[in-house]
């Protein structure tokens, strides 16, 4: 698998983060001896970081990208767009400047079982704030107790029982809002949009009998 990444990046970048870079060619000499990136290689980042901003787009607008919700506030109200527009049709049109063949390469990169593994930071989709983590896990939490107490009170009209349901519907509500916030759970969800995008461009229909899977061969970097 192309895992486009990571040791040969000489352009700034924040402490522990790194860019897929590895499979393009080496930083060359400027003017002056300064180094300078090559063309292919500010086009492989500069791709993955307009997908990446784009996927974060999706997954604070709609509710089936990503986790499914996030509370408005900051970063998130700001990448909100307009309600009446689908994630596939945002995909689309913001990613029509990027090369199938650097789709492909991400769509691989998403994969959280191949061995060279970049981090969310590293394909841009990264999650920093407290909010946007676990705004979905709190409100699922909150709702869980809430139907745990109000049944309770309806079958047994007892304060403990109603406690006792409550505290364990709780639970069960972060269990199931954890189960979307994960960082897999992102990945697969990010995975399965920018997929039916590959396949949009191959000409397959991503809802058709031919299944999801778009990949028929290795993928090659922009600099082959």
């Known amino acids: 698998m192309y895992v486009a990444a990571l040791e040969q990046i000489d352009s700034p970048v924040p402490s522990g983060v790194s860019h897929p870079s590895s499979k393009l060619p080496p930083v060359e000499a400027g003017p002056n001896g300064t180094p300078s990136a090559s063309p292919s290689k500010e086009t492989t980042l500069k791709d993955y970081e307009t997908i990446g901003d784009a996927l974060l787009v999706c997954e604070a607008s709609s509710y089936v990208v990503g986790i499914p919700w996030m509370l408005p506030v900051g970063d998130v109200a700001g990448r909100r767009y307009t309600v009446g527009t689908l994630p596939g049709d945002y995909i689309r049109e913001t990613l029509v400047t990027v090369s199938t063949n650097c789709l492909q390469m991400y769509i691989e990169d998403l994969d959280r079982s191949c061995p060279k593994q970049l981090s969310d ?35 047994f009209m007892n304060a403990v029982a109603c406690v006792i349901c409550g505290i364990g519907m709780m639970v069960l509500g972060y269990v199931f809002g954890q ?5 897999e759970a992102r990945r697969r969800s990010f995975q399965k ?32």
């Open 193 to 224: 949009l920018l997929s039916s995008e590959a396949m949009r461009r191959r000409g397959i229909d991503p809802n058709g009998p031919a299944g999801t899977h778009v990949y028929t061969g290795r993928a090659t970097p922009l600099s082959e």
């Open 121 to 155: 930071a590293e394909l841009y989709i990264e999650v920093t704030s407290w909010t946007e983590r676990y705004s979905f896990v709190a409100a699922c939490s909150a709702a869980f107790a809430f139907i745990g107490c109000v049944g309770a009170s309806y079958l």
């Open 179 to 183: 189960s979307f916030a994960t960082s």
